[in-house]
T-cell receptor, first 115, second 116 residues
Framework: NAGVTQTPKFRVLKTGQSMTLLCAQD?????MYWYRQDPGMGLRLIHY???????AKGEVPDGYNVSRLKKQNFLLGLESAAPSQTSVYFC??????????????FGQGTRLTVV | AQSVTQLDSQVPVFEEAPVELRCNYS??????LFWYVQYPNQGLQLLLK??????LVKSINGFEAEFNKSQTSFHLRKPSVHISDTAEYFC??????????????FGAGTRLAVHP
């Protein structure tokens, strides 16, 4: 079982460059999320999607955009990278509320460094 | 607003000793509670969860957590740790969010370091 797959696993960007992180899940989950993990701050929600074609802002959405054109994929874009976006990014997916009450399945993470 | 506080950022312990990782939450509504574990260079994995029923929940690898509603706590315990338990542990609560979605709120994490 592949579960949740993130690509790439590592990336170094120069300030101002753009990139897209790809998340793919094969569990037919409705909900998908992008988190960033920073030391001492736990995981913070960037954007989420409750279904194909829908996206919404989380706690820290500034500087990021997302798209969910297909149910299994959730893309996170950085239009103009900044050093403050240096972080580890995690994608997760879950069933809708009422089925597993928020239990999420995580990818392996993408370590992004912006120099 | 809901929040999760993990009271210890790091917990060093010797192998075969007991350990407790503390988690407190604040919420004005009923919540579901989770502990996730993150091994080095990996994503988060669900360790155990409390949804309803018995307030003591157990994992397959010997961890247990007890939901205490009056103290709004969900502490994680293991009576005897192994080197392989070295990891970062995250407490999380699932609370209702807009549009019927349940949102996961994470604590800052506790790094458990087991020494021989």
């Amino acid at each position: 079982n592949a579960g949740v797959t993130q690509t790439p696993k590592f990336r170094v960007l120069k300030t101002g460059q753009s990139m897209t992180l790809l998340c793919a899940q094969d569990m037919n989950h409705e909900y998908m999320y992008w988190y960033r993990q920073d030391p001492g701050m736990g995981l913070r929600l960037i954007h989420y999607s409750v279904g194909e074609g829908t996206t919404a802002k989380g706690e820290v959405p500034d500087g990021y955009n997302v798209s969910r054109l297909k149910k299994q994929n959730f893309l996170l874009g950085l239009e103009s990278a900044a050093p403050s976006q240096t972080s580890v990014y995690f994608c997760a997916s879950s069933y809708p509320s009422g089925q597993t009450e928020g239990e999420a399945f995580f990818g392996q993470g993408t370590r992004l460094t912006v120099v | 607003a809901q929040s999760v506080t993990q009271l210890d950022s790091q917990v060093p312990v010797f192998e075969e000793a007991p350990v407790e990782l503390r988690c407190n939450y604040s919420s004005s509504v009923s919540v579901y509670l989770f502990w996730y574990v993150q091994y080095p260079n990996q994503g988060l994995q669900l360790l155990l969860k409390y949804l309803s029923g018995s307030t003591l929940v157990k994992s397959i690898n010997g961890f247990e957590a007890e939901f205490n509603k009056s103290q709004t706590s969900f502490h994680l315990r293991k009576p005897s740790v192994h080197i392989s338990d070295t990891a970062e542990y995250f407490c999380a609560v699932s609370v209702p969010f807009s549009g019927g979605y349940n949102k996961l709120i994470f604590g800052a994490g506790t790094r458990l370091a087991v020494h021989p």
